[in-house]
């Protein structure tokens, strides 16, 4: 197996896209159209006086933005959103525009979207289930997305044109059978595979609406040069893609030798600037808060409640494969503690405007090595403690100080969640029995996974509940990782589910003879 390597001087070797050179427009793609036969001639071999319709190609300009615009409705919007302080007091009156550059509310807050309910009470849940069931699968644009197949919930009053997609989400929800009847004696578990998208993690979706709001205000002439993110990873991945797609700079952090390889060449790829810092993810967060205070470089990171809108239609998407059915669990690995907010705000939009009418318990699972929530959850929510995230295969959530923490524990008080750990061993030995299955999943699902298997030993999870753990990465992002496992080459770890390649001379006799043995084992007939 092939290895690469980037030293410091190529890392920090990549310039600054232009945006002529990745705006450049796409060749023009033949269309078809049927069109009624006028010359007699038969659509097959044979000859015919048939008038049955043909297939003749045409070619146009046009491309699914311009049949966007040309359908564009001419009646005025009457969906709106506006940034709010994060659960604000009665009677507060302080909001923001979404075309503000803002952050944080006027005491130091986090900031929410807040849409405007009423406007989108107008239309009764069975409207918005049809609406929404209706643009799956699609190609019109934005609508093919997603993400933007929700947009009058998400970003309602921003321009088709400015959209920056990939048609990111439709995301696969996965029945488990094998797993949940092999390991947990359950019928009715389900994961939603969020990595299967666009860069590889259920980052895209919160991304592609920071990425058009930005492209919205540069158009704007507002004051923002390029897009900047402390990241663990998946974040800089995504906001690269997306960037790059839009002919707009991107900036990202990273904490040095603490990301995988397949994370690193990403951003590289996509031609951020990358800035490899020695320190952790806590320490880049601190430094990109800081510079987008004196520079004018977009705040990227979850902090920008923007992403959370994204983010929740996950949530939304959930509901509608289980045909508008609320699943009984939804378990969610928590890091920066965005996410977690996200799937609860998406469930309860659409239990308050009537889609549903209940919504799921959620479950935030940590890694025991990077566990701040799980304390405080612990200790029946008294004074959070940020904690020193120590080193985790679940890298993107080896967070000890979450930006999110406020948000996380509203979502979670509010829909009487629960909070879990996983132990370094826990979690790979999770993520190696998914994968026995027929999966191919990352550390973070495994932690997931972990909390499932202690609330099912707990029986507080029963085996008839119909449960959905969300797997947020793809494991080709984590090779490492799974090769280090089945190789036995962890210290300190028993590996029980390692499946390691037998080598065997290049011999029939000594082939058949390994075979034999396999085909006879106890654990192959069981």
């Known amino acids: 197996m092939t290895s690469c390597s980037f030293s410091s001087s190529s890392l920090f070797s990549f310039n600054l896209p232009t945006q002529n050179s990745l705006h450049r427009r796409p060749p023009t793609l033949p269309r078809h159209a049927i069109l009624s036969s006028t010359d007699g001639s038969s659509n097959g071999a044979s000859s015919s006086s048939s008038s049955s319709p043909t297939v003749k190609p045409t070619r146009t300009e046009d491309n699914i933005r311009d049949e966007a615009r040309r359908h564009r409705s001419t009646s005025a919007n009457p969906f709106s959103a506006r940034y709010v302080p994060f659960n604000a007091p009665p009677g507060s009156t302080e909001s923001y525009s979404l075309d503000d550059i803002v952050y944080r509310s006027e005491s130091g807050g986090l900031l929410d979207v807040q849409h405007d309910l009423d406007a989108l009470r107008a239309h009764d849940g069975a409207y918005w289930r ?45 029945w488990a059978e094998r797993f949940g009847k092999t390991f947990l004696g359950m019928n009715d578990l389900w994961v939603k595979h969020c990595g299967i998208s666009h860069t590889g993690s259920f980052k895209d979706l919160g991304m592609t609406v920071l990425v058009s709001q930005v492209n919205r205000l540069r158009k704007m002439n507002k004051p923002v040069v390029g897009v900047g993110c402390a990241s663990t990873g998946d974040t800089s991945a995504a906001l690269s893609a997306y960037c790059a797609s839009a002919g707009i700079p991107s900036i ?34 601190k430094l990109i808060r800081e510079i987008t205070s004196e520079l004018p470089i977009y705040l990227a990171n979850s902090l920008n409640s923007l992403r959370l809108e ?37 469930f309860k939009m659409c239990q308050e405007l009537g889609l549903v009418d209940r919504i799921p318990r959620l479950v935030c699972a940590q890694a025991a090595n990077a566990n701040p929530l799980y304390l ?87 085996p008839t509940d119909r449960t959905v753990v969300v797997s947020t990465a793809h494991g080709l992002k984590f090779t490492q990782a799974k090769i280090d496992y089945h190789s036995k080459a962890i210290p300190d770890m028993a590996c029980r589910f390692s499946n390691p390649p037998v080598e065997v001379k290049a011999d029939f006799g000594a082939v058949m003879d390994v075979l034999k043995g396999y085909l006879g084992s106890e654990e192959l007939r069981s």
């Open 376 to 462: 405080h959850y612990k200790s029946g929510w008294k004074e959070f403690k940020p904690v020193k995230a120590n080193a985790t295969f679940a890298s993107a959530i080896q967070i000890g100080d979450p930006v999110s923490i406020d948000r996380a524990v509203y979502a979670l008080r509010n829909c009487d969640g629960i909070v879990e750990e996983a132990t370094e061993e826990e979690l790979m030995d999770a993520m190696a029995q998914a994968d026995s299955t027929g999966m191919f999943v990352c550390p973070h699902t495994g932690v997931a996974l972990t909390a499932l298997f202690k609330l099912r030993s707990q029986g507080v999870i029963a």
């Open 310 to 346: 994204g983010q929740k239609t996950a949530a939304i998407e959930i509901l509608q494969q289980f045909n508008w059915q609320v699943p009984d669990w939804v378990i969610v690995p928590g890091g920066n503690l965005g996410n977690i907010y996200a799937f609860y705000k998406g």
């Open 252 to 285: 990202v952090i990273l904490p040095a030798n603490k990301i995988s390889m397949a994370q690193l060449v990403q951003p590289i790829a996509n031609g951020a600037f990358v800035l490899s810092i020695d320190t952790d993810f806590d320490g880049c967060m």
């Open 130 to 174: 049809s609406l929404f069931d209706s643009r799956v699968g699609k190609t019109k644009w934005p609508y093919g997305s997603g993400v933007w197949s929700k947009k009058e919930w998400v970003l309602p009053e921003i321009d088709h044109d400015d959209i920056v997609s990939a048609f990111e989400g439709n995301s696969n929800l996965f």
